[in-house]
C-alpha cells in the first residue's frame, strides 16, 4: 500500500472551550460543563485551568465541587455546541472531502498526497480565525497514529509523527493507547508481562494470534504502527452501517439485540451530528457456514431516532430471519437519506 497522509483534529476541551469564547468573565478560570439533564450528574468536560485539580470527563459533579469549590459550573447546552461542531465541518470540507467525523469534536481527514503541514496548518488557522477556537492537530501515516498525534500535545497542539519516526514514538507508551484494548484485555497483556506497546513490539506475533485470534494480529500490527483502515467519509448518498464479527459463532438472541441497540444508537448519533433522517433500515446476518442473509424494511416516516432504528431493526431480526444456524455476524445498515429543509424536524438530543 502507498503511504497515505492521515489528519486527526480534536477540539481542545470542546464545550467548556465554547462557554470561555462566549463569555469573557470565565476565560482563565476552572470551568466545569455537565450536570444538566444529558449528563446525569457528571462531568462533560472541563477547562484546562479545572483540570489542574484533577477534575476530569465522567466524575461526579459532586467529586468535582469538592476538588474545586470555586469552579465554575455550568450546565451542557448542546444545542450550541452542535452548531459548533457544523461550523467546524464546515472548515474542514474546505479543504477534503474525505471527512469521518468520530465525535461531536473530533474528524479524520484524508489529505490524499497534498501537503499535510499546509493544510494541517490553514484548518488550525481557520478554526481558530472563525471560530476563535483551539484545536489539537495530528498527522501520520494512518488513523491510529494520526489520533495518537493530536492527542500528545493538547491543547493547542500540532504534532506530525513520521513513518521512520513511528516505532520510537509507540515504544514506551502503555498498550491501553492501543485502539480497542480495553481493561479486560489490558489485564491480560499485564499478565504476559507487557506493559508497554515495545513490550509487544518486541513480542512473537505467533504467540499473541495464539491467544487472542484475529485480535492478537490486529494489536500486533497497532504496536507496529500499521493500520490499513480507510477514512471513511460520511457521504450520506449511499448508506451507513455497521457490524461485527462474534469471536465465536453464537445463537444467543439477547446478545444479537445487544448489538443491534449499540449500531443503533451509534447510527442515531452519526445521523443527528450530521443533520440527516434515514428511511431505510436493513439488517444483515452471516451464519457460521459463511452464508448470507439481508432483510429491509422502509419506514413511512423518516426517522434519525435511536429508539425506532433499534425497535425497527428488532423486528426485522425476529420476524424476518429464520435463524436456524449459528451466526458469526450481525450488521445493521440504514440507507435512502433524506436532509430535511426544515431543521427543527430534527431532534436536537444526542
Ligand atoms: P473530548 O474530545 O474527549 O474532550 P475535550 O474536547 O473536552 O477535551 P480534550 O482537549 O482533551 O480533547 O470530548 C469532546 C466533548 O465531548 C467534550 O468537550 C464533552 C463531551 N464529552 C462528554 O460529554 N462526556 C465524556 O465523557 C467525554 C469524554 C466527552
Ligand atoms: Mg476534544
Redesign the pocket.
Known sequence: MSQRTIIHM????????IEQRDNANLRGKPVI??GAQ??RG?????S?EARTYGI???MPISKAKQLCPKGIFLP?NMKK?KEVSKEIHDILEKYSNIIEPI????AFIDINNRDPIFIGRKIKDDIWQELRLTS?IGISVNKFLAKLAS?VN??NGFTIIKEEEKLKFLCPLPVSKIWGVGPKTKKELNRLGIYTIGDIQSYDEKVLINLFGKRGKEIFEFANGVDNRPVESQNMSQSLGEEETFEEDIDDIDLLLKKLAEYSFNLSQKLKLNGYLIKTITVKVKYYDFSIETRTISLTIPTNDSSIIFETSKYILTSKFKLSKKIRLIGLSISNFIYPKDPIQLSINL
Do not use: L, N, Q
Not at 42 to 46: E, I, N, R, Y
Open positions: 480534536d477540539m481542545d476541551a470542546f464545550f467548556a472551550s460543563v455537565g444529558y449528563s457528571v462531568v462533560a468536560t472541563a484546562y476530569h470527563s465522567a451542557v455546541y465525535s461531536i469534536d473530533e489539537s492527542d493538547k491543547p
